[in-house]
């Protein structure tokens, strides 16, 4: 099955309008779409106690890992500014937990302007449990 970015955006944006980020006023949003072709969004969540803050990427992975779907094929993060998105350190662990290492990560901003890698190229020398054998 193709994977559509413009749909990933499509989706990815609108879900955005729903990011809860009263206090950086940076809106994230994120798509994924799983093996099965099922598609889940999610959206950063702020908390006034800031750690607590829970980034798009990994919303939409854990929507996604409720539901039973464990294997992501691509992501694409956006958000409410000019510069492209980068996922944080936090969320490029939590996705290679879910995704394998040529899956795609596109990674735009607000102008439909976007990048297109492979997973292994933003985690390289990822740690996974084959590190523990
Ligand atoms: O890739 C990223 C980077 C940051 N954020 C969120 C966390 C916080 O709400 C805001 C500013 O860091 O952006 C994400 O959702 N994804
Ligand atoms: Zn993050």
Known sequence: MEISEKRLFDLA??????AYAPYSNYAVGAAIICEDGQIYTGVNVENASY????CAERTAIFKAVSEGATKVRAILVVNNTAEMSKPCGA?????SE????DNI????????EFKEYS????L???FSDEDMD
């Not at 944006?13 to 729903?18: L, Q, R, V, Y």
């Not at 879910?98 to 290492?101: L, S």
């Open 98 to 101: 879910f995704m394998e290492p």
């Open 13 to 18: 944006s609108k879900a955005m309008d729903h």
């Open 51 to 54: 750690g607590l803050t829970n």
């Open 91 to 95: 969320c490029r662990q939590v996705m």
């Open 119 to 122: 997973f292994k190229q933003i």
């Open 105 to 112: 990560v596109f990674l735009a901003n607000k102008d439909n």
């Open 124 to 126: 390289p020398l990822a």
